[in-house]
């Protein structure tokens, strides 16, 4: 596989290219993508107010489910 830093036309060890250079180039590392974290924590700072509200209502909704399930599963007592 080719190296994608080198073009493909000059062999690694042509008469044009010095050790130096071809090791300051392959040194020098790839920046990856942005993980999915800092791209939610990105658009949630450019969208506050829409992000807090969905927030709030997925924490009320789920709040409200787990409530109502207890409610549900309550064990009877015989009185």
């Known amino acids: ?3 994608p830093q ?3 036309s000059s062999p690694p060890d042509a008469p044009g ?6 090791t300051t180039t392959a040194a020098a590392p790839a ?4 993980s999915f ?3 939610a924590m990105r658009n949630m700072v450019r969208k ?3 992000s807090l509200l969905h ?3 997925t924490a009320v909704g789920l709040s409200s489910l787990l409530l109502l399930l ?3 599963g309550r064990p009877t007592l015989p009185q």
């Open 48 to 50: 506050g107010r829409q």
């Open 31 to 34: 920046v990856p993508p942005p």
């Open 1 to 3: 596989m080719a190296d």
């Open 17 to 22: 290219t010095t050790p130096a250079t071809a």
């Open 55 to 57: 927030f709030g209502l």
């Open 6 to 8: 080198m073009p493909e």
């Open 70 to 72: 207890a409610w549900f």
């Open 37 to 39: 974290v800092k791209l």
